[in-house]
């Protein structure tokens, strides 16, 4: 194995990802429809193909959280590895339920455990599994991701807490005006997480084996998602249909994959296009991209930030338009009389977001980087004839 060294290829992946998804909650605040714009009933390839491509966020996350694992423990030796994952994993729970949770709501009604805390599980999963030979946790992995299918059948409303955490997802009442909403059951998240840090022996071999590796796997994913999804045979619990609308909505039913949870054909078909992503940036793309790379390598500050600022912007613009103030609590959102959703605005709000990031994004990273310097900075004997207090 070679030494491990920091890839600009996985950045840049990340940030691509991160653009996504601020895509993704600008439409849920500035351009909120309706109808689910994945509703073939209702929607557009507009709203269709602008709901989906961020299908792409959540797993890719996941994954190279599993990847960056590997890497650091490359570094700093199995113990500590362990210790930072449980630590790092406890206080990333601790943050969904706490800030970002008020970050969706300007309030504190809902609880909303998404991808931060599906995060944050696998690596306090990841902290104990890491102790294992890597190809058990591969096995591990495979186990909690290929038949979670299997367990649709056992869905419906008076499923207990644990298996709504574990695989249903759903709402828990924890009072009149209070509850928690397990957006991100954990059983396939912790395993794809797993299965990141089985692959992370990739990342440390040379360049042209390992680009074959992940070219070969982004197609098998691939060719395994038509080829089950075709035949409608297993990995989805809701099957395509050709659509009286004509071979552009039977092509969005085939690809209409169920994200919550997130089925196995979800995984193959987001997962194979991010790691084809991932092997063209690393083939092709040498240097940094200043946006790109900057978000990838602060991915948990955006996070932080992001949906308070978009938040923030809605509810000025949203009440200077409308009079009316947006936030998500229940199940989504009360839009005001004469409001009608538009690409233009969402995707006019999601560019200015993006700008301000970047401007925020940067003055953080400077911040941080000159505090790790000065950390890190040996101390200087004082020179002769210095002021002494």
Not at 35 to 55: A, C, E, H, K, V
Not at 89 to 118: D, H, P, R
Not at 154 to 161: A, D, E, I, K, Y
Not at 263 to 270: A, M, P
């Amino acid at each position: 194995m070679l030494k491990p060294a920091r890839l600009p290829a996985i950045d840049l992946l990340r940030g691509i990802v991160i653009v996504l998804m601020a895509l993704d909650h600008t439409r849920d605040f500035f351009a909120a429809t309706p109808f689910d714009p994945m509703d073939l009933m209702q929607t557009s390839p507009g709203w269709y193909w602008t709901r989906w491509i961020t299908n792409l966020c959540a797993p890719t996350f996941v994954l190279l959280a599993g990847v960056s694992a590997f890497l650091r423990q490359q570094k700093a030796g199995l113990s500590n590895n362990s210790r930072y994952l449980l630590g790092r994993g406890a206080m990333l729970v601790v943050l969904e339920c706490t800030w970002i949770s008020f970050s969706w709501q300007f309030g504190y009604n809902v609880i909303i455990l998404q991808v931060i805390w599906a995060l944050g599980m696998g690596m306090i999963f990841l902290s104990a599994l890491i102790w294992l030979p890597r190809p058990l946790v591969a096995i591990i992995a495979a186990l909690l991701i290929l038949p979670h299918n299997l367990l649709d059948a056992l869905h419906g409303p008076t499923s207990g807490v644990l298996f709504k955490a574990w695989h249903q997802g759903g709402f828990l009442p924890l009072g009149e005006h209070f509850g928690v909403a397990f957006a991100y059951p954990l059983m396939p998240w912790v395993g794809l997480m797993a299965a990141g840090y089985a692959m992370g022996p990739v990342f440390l071999w040379e360049a042209e084996k390992r680009r074959r590796f992940l070219a070969l796997s982004a197609a098998a994913l691939l060719l395994v998602f038509v080829g089950l999804r075709f035949g409608n045979i297993y990995g989805d619990p809701d099957p395509w249909s050709e659509q009286a609308k004509g071979s552009v909505f039977s092509f969005l039913s085939f690809m209409r994959v169920h994200k919550y949870p997130p089925s196995l054909l979800y995984l193959c078909s987001t997962l194979g296009i991010s790691l084809g992503i991932l092997v063209l940036l690393d083939k092709y793309v040498k240097q940094r991209v200043p946006v790109l790379s900057l978000f990838g390598r602060a991915p948990l500050f955006f996070y932080c930030v992001h949906i308070a600022l978009i938040h923030a912007l809605a509810w000025v613009y949203m009440g200077l338009r409308y009079n009316y103030h947006p936030s998500f609590v229940g199940r989504g959102q009360k839009l005001p009389e004469g409001y009608e959703p538009t690409l233009l605005v969402c995707y006019a709000a999601w560019a200015t977001i993006i700008v301000i990031m970047f401007g925020l994004t940067t003055a953080w990273t400077r911040w941080r980087d000159a505090r790790t310097n000065t950390a890190a900075a040996p101390s200087r004997p004082l020179a002769a004839g210095s002021a002494q207090s």
